[in-house]
């Protein structure tokens, strides 16, 4: 969590000299406190961008994110709730997706893992998987523009969303 603490105050100017807006998603409240306090202090100052944004997946898990937008069950006897609607699921999210802001297009798994590792779950669902050999560490610009190139020679199929 210390990289992380240092991540932040390093790259905080590239941040505003970029206008990227730093997001996160997960269980803040896991975090230790002082990167708690510092994530939410460049987060704070760069909430005014609207142009680009930053989402950091911390204490994250899609599962939970999932079991979070469930409604509690109803007590006995209490009046069944109006039918869903067919966004209701995607609407209670945790993830903060702007209003508007369509799901991801393309999942980049990079060092050849075959899993998405609870990631996303929901908002992937059409997504377009990418697998890649190269590690993390080592993807860079080159590897990037491959894997865009791979997605825009794909024929995108989206069932029942329309």
């Known amino acids: 969590m210390n990289l992380l603490k240092t991540f932040l105050r390093?790259?905080?100017?590239e941040l505003h000299e970029n206008k990227v807006r730093l997001r996160m998603m997960g269980r803040m409240e896991d975090l230790p406190v002082a990167v708690q306090q510092e994530l939410q202090r460049v987060m704070t100052a760069t909430a005014h961008y609207t142009e680009?944004?930053?989402?950091?997946?911390l204490s994250y898990g899609a599962r939970t994110e999932n079991h979070?937008?469930?409604?509690?069950?109803?007590?006995?006897?209490?009046?069944?709730?109006?039918?869903?609607?067919?966004?209701?699921?995607?609407d209670r999210r945790a993830t903060p997706l702007p209003a508007g802001r369509a799901d991801p297009d393309l999942l980049i798994r990079t060092s050849g893992e075959m899993r998405i590792s609870n990631f996303l779950l929901w908002q992937i669902s059409y997504a377009e998987l990418y697998?890649?050999?190269v590690l993390w560490p080592d993807f860079r610009e080159a590897a990037f523009a491959t894997a865009l190139a791979d997605f825009a020679k794909r024929q995108r199929r989206f069932?029942?969303?329309?």
């Open 52 to 57: 680009h944004q930053l989402i950091l997946a």
């Open 10 to 13: 390093k790259q905080e100017f």
């Open 131 to 133: 697998v890649t050999d």
């Open 159 to 162: 069932g029942d969303i329309q």
């Open 68 to 90: 979070r937008g469930l409604p509690a069950d109803r007590p006995r006897g209490a009046r069944r709730p109006a039918r869903p609607g067919k966004n209701h699921a995607a």
